[in-house]
């Protein structure tokens, strides 16, 4: 049940939405970042574009809905941004083929939910989406070029410049998780070898886990996986981490290395005043951004590298909401 929100609150507020394969979240976001009220819907990623577009439309309508039980919101909304899973076009809001959505091949988001609604629509990348939102109201504030990455089942990133996310020619600019730091490395799901994303991921580092145990190592990783290597998942590392075990120490270790090669090149290449890291897998890696800062002098041409902030991120898994949100507002800014 939704809190009541008092009219007053409901000037310029805008709805944000977060498509996922799985899930559509939808709040309502006032100017200042606050997130007034959101809901979470399940997703029809793989029953055609009509009921993908339906998933969405219920889940802004629910939020529309409380609004309108909250107070007066006749012609409030100031507007929807909307942030999915790439490869989308955001000058367009087109969403092209992202494989978590086979519902949409080529689809115009943007547009059907303008005609729906009749307000201005956004439609960009979540990963950038959230960068933007961390730039105008969560740790990037005041800065004026902010690198973000989003580390959780993928590696996402955005670059934020005074407060205008960096799309470059295209839209298709700052996929840093597919940057590769080992040619020789492992396949990544673009079909290049070595990404980041293939090598710190999520489930890349629970990879690495399970690798260490089916050679024989001995872990309370196996206890919270109940005896089986396969079931080992990123979380157990960290919780199995907390409890002193050497093979989740010993993983963590090693994407701390994996992290601050990568970090060298993204300061070398761009040199932003801060670096964000949200994402699901964000907690587990805080304790060890000083360890990844201290590292970076030996993996830069920069050597004022060390004076770049390695922040987390304001918002969690509200991210999407925040981001999607902050599309509106990002004009204004």
Same mark, same amino acid.
């Given at each position: 049940?939704?809190?009541?929100?008092?009219?007053?609150?409901?000037?310029?507020?805008?709805?944000?939405?977060?498509?996922?394969?799985?899930?559509?979240?939808?709040?309502?976001?006032?100017?200042?970042?606050?997130?007034?009220?959101?809901?979470?819907?399940?997703?029809?990623?793989?029953?055609?574009?009509?009921?993908?577009?339906?998933?969405?439309?219920?889940?802004?309508?629910?939020?529309?809905?409380?609004?309108?039980?909250?107070?007066?919101?006749?012609?409030?909304?100031?507007?929807?941004?909307?942030?999915?899973?790439?490869?989308?076009?955001?000058?367009?809001?087109?969403?092209?083929?992202?494989?978590?959505?086979?519902?949409?091949?080529?689809?115009?988001?943007?547009?059907?939910?303008?005609?729906?609604?009749?307000?201005?629509?956004?439609?960009?990348?979540?990963?950038?989406?959230?960068?933007?939102?961390?730039?105008?109201?969560?740790?990037?504030?005041?800065?004026?070029?902010?690198?973000?990455?989003?580390?959780?089942?993928?590696?996402?990133?955005?670059?934020?410049?005074?407060?205008?996310?960096?799309?470059?020619?295209?839209?298709?600019?700052?996929?840093?998780?597919?940057?590769?730091?080992?040619?020789?490395?492992?396949?990544?799901?673009?079909?290049?070898?070595?990404?980041?994303?293939?090598?710190?991921?999520?489930?890349?580092?629970?990879?690495?886990?399970?690798?260490?145990?089916?050679?024989? @190592? %001995?872990? *309370?990783?196996?206890? &919270?996986?109940?005896?089986?290597?396969?079931?080992? !998942?990123?979380?157990?590392? #960290?919780? /199995?981490?907390?409890?002193?075990?050497?093979?989740?120490?010993?993983?963590?270790?090693?994407?701390?290395?994996?992290?601050?090669?990568?970090?060298?090149?993204?300061?070398?290449?761009?040199?932003?005043?801060?670096?964000?890291?949200?994402?699901?897998?964000?907690?587990?890696?805080?304790?060890?951004?000083?360890?990844?800062?201290?590292?970076?002098?030996?993996?830069?041409?920069? @050597? %004022?590298? *060390?004076?770049?902030? &390695?922040?987390?991120?304001?918002?969690?898994?509200? !991210?999407?909401?925040?981001? #999607?949100? /902050?599309?509106?507002?990002?004009?204004?800014?």
């Amino acid at each position: 049940m939704a809190a009541e929100i008092p009219p007053r609150s409901l000037r310029d507020v805008v709805i944000g939405v977060d498509i996922g394969g799985t899930k559509v979240a939808a709040g309502l976001v006032r100017a200042t970042g606050e997130i007034l009220f959101h809901t979470r819907q399940p997703m029809a990623a793989d029953n055609g574009a009509e009921s993908g577009l339906a998933a969405v439309k219920s889940a802004i309508q629910c939020v529309a809905e409380q609004a309108a039980d909250s107070g007066s919101l006749h012609g409030a909304i100031q507007g929807i941004g909307v942030c999915a899973p790439g490869p989308l076009d955001p000058k367009t809001g087109i969403v092209l083929n992202p494989p978590n959505l086979p519902c949409w091949r080529n689809f115009p988001l943007g547009a059907e939910i303008a005609k729906i609604y009749r307000v201005r629509v956004r439609v960009e990348n979540d990963a950038n989406a959230a960068g933007l939102a961390e730039t105008l109201w969560g740790r990037g504030r005041g800065y004026r070029s902010v690198f973000y990455v989003t580390v959780g089942t993928g590696i996402g990133t955005a670059i934020v410049l005074n407060d205008h996310i960096y799309g470059g020619r295209t839209g298709a600019a700052a996929e840093g998780g597919h940057v590769s730091i080992d040619y020789h490395g492992p396949s990544c799901g673009c079909g290049k070898r070595g990404c980041i994303e293939a090598l710190a991921s999520g489930p890349a580092i629970a990879r690495r886990a399970r690798a260490k145990l089916e050679a024989g @190592k %001995r872990s *309370r990783l196996l206890e &919270l996986a109940d005896g089986k290597p396969e079931l080992v !998942s990123c979380a157990m590392i #960290g919780q /199995a981490h907390a409890d002193g075990d050497p093979i989740a120490g010993e993983v963590l270790r090693e994407t701390v290395e994996l992290f601050a090669f990568w970090l060298g090149n993204i300061v070398d290449l761009l040199e932003p005043d801060i670096m964000i890291v949200g994402g699901g897998v964000a907690s587990m890696l805080t304790p060890f951004f000083g360890e990844i800062q201290d590292r970076l002098a030996a993996c830069c041409v920069n @050597k %004022r590298c *060390r004076e770049i902030p &390695l922040v987390p991120a304001r918002y969690g898994e509200d !991210s999407g909401v925040a981001g #999607g949100a /902050a599309l509106c507002f990002e004009s204004e800014n």
